[in-house]
DNA sequence: TTGCTGACGGCAT
DNA sequence: CATGCCGCCAGCA
């Protein structure tokens, strides 16, 4: 059987792994999102947005990552718990990011273009 | 090792 | 728009 690289990596290596995606969420900006894919491409590994979610879901309450400022695919909350929904919700409107009818945040406007000059959105 | 799970994602219906 | 199905990956029983 073919072993895949990252079950069988040590796990030193697995935490680094770990530390670059959480320093990729760490480095979005107030006021932006990004989705897990996303933050995951960003750390250079491509097809582990599970990963990410499992991380965050791990992180501790204390925690000063931004957290809040990652979505899904669909710019949706994806938290099970409706009382995390509604924080992480609340915590995106407070720094100015706005939710459709549909509970949904237009990527095309909020979306963090990593390495893209800061430049205010339109509004 | 196998099987199931999940803060995911893309595509088909 | 909603669902379902399947691929993908790490964690864990």
């Not at 925690?63 to 899904?72: D, G």
């Amino acid at each position: 059987m073919k072993p895949r690289a990252g079950r069988d990596a040590p796990a030193s290596e697995r935490d680094e792994v770990r530390q670059r995606l959480l320093a990729v969420v760490d480095s979005i900006p107030r006021g932006a999102v990004a989705t897990y894919a996303q933050v995951a491409r960003e750390a250079g590994l491509p097809r582990h947005a599970r990963l990410v979610g499992a991380l965050l879901s791990a992180l501790p309450a204390r925690s000063s990552l931004p957290w809040h400022r990652v979505l899904n695919a669909q710019g949706r909350v994806s938290l099970r718990d409706s009382r995390g929904c509604r924080e992480q919700r609340g915590l995106l409107e407070a720094e100015g990011v706005a939710f459709d009818a549909r509970d949904r945040v237009d990527l095309a406007r909020f979306r963090w273009r990593a390495g893209a000059p800061e430049r205010g959105r339109p509004r």
